[in-house]
């Protein structure tokens, strides 16, 4: 289990998350909703490492994570793909993959394999794989941070906002698979999305977070159904 206990996070002056508690179980699809700004991206930010919180802790399986280093984390199963994507342009597809998955496997076979794996969920990447990350499309960029995040098998899957400028259909696409590798696999994910509706279409879960608090936990369907939820707390 993922969890933010009496979490505290500022930039420079009063606090951006504001002693958050957060439990996330094993195996959850949880969508990360609210405004410009309440803090999304610091919240997944903090889960990571790439940001030490003021006060609280962030914990996986009751180990607290506050001393843990990023890569240390990635090690323990948690894995973000951040926002505005993890491409390495210059390399191609499938040393794009090679590349997320060299910690993970050291054997080559071991590699090939789960490379290969990818390909069979991304099909677009296996007619790709030879183009260069700066030849890909906006969605196909954000497959193959997903991919490269994927190939690990983490546990834990940090997204923040993975259908930003992207088509529906893509990204319509995109949440199925998310569902899917949840549903197969156990995977956790914590999904920040100003694309409510995709969001919760594909979420167990929404949390509604303003000025640094959650103001709604309430189960997806429930959210999305709730006119009155949605007006006040989504704006739509
Ligand atoms: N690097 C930074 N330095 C200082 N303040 C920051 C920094 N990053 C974010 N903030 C501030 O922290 C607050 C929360 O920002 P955050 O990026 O977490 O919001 P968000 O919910 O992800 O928003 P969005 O939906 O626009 O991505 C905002 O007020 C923002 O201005
Ligand atoms: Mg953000």
Request: hydrophobic share 45%; charged share 20%.
């Amino acid at each position: 289990m993922l969890s933010f206990q009496s979490l505290t996070v500022a930039y420079t002056g009063s606090p951006v998350i504001d002693e958050l508690n957060l439990d996330i179980q094993d195996g959850a699809v949880v969508a990360l909703l609210g405004a410009n700004g309440a803090g999304k991206s610091t919240l997944l930010r903090t889960a990571s490492g790439l940001l030490a919180p003021r006060a609280g802790r962030v914990q996986l399986d009751g180990q607290d994570l506050t001393s843990v280093a990023v890569e240390n984390r990635v090690r323990l199963g948690l894995a973000q793909v951040p926002e505005g994507r993890s491409v390495v342009t210059e390399l191609s597809v499938d040393e794009n993959l090679h590349l997320g998955g060299l910690w993970r496997y050291r054997d080559r076979s071991d590699r090939n394999a789960a490379v290969d794996q990818m390909y069979e969920m991304f099909e677009p990447l296996w007619r790709r794989r030879m183009s260069l990350g700066h030849e890909l499309s906006g969605g196909e960029r954000q497959m193959l941070s997903l991919a490269r995040a994927l190939i690990s098998e983490p546990r834990v899957l940090l997204l923040d906002e993975p259908s930003l400028g992207l088509a529906p259909r893509v990204v319509a696409q995109l949440m199925t698979l998310l569902r899917e590798t949840a549903d197969r696999t156990g995977l956790t994910v914590l999904l920040a999305e100003q694309n409510v509706t995709s969001a919760l279409s594909i979420a167990d879960r929404g949390v509604v977070l303003g000025l640094g608090e959650i103001v709604v936990d309430a189960p997806a369907a429930d959210l999305a159904a709730d006119p009155a939820l949605r007006q006040a707390y989504l704006g739509f």
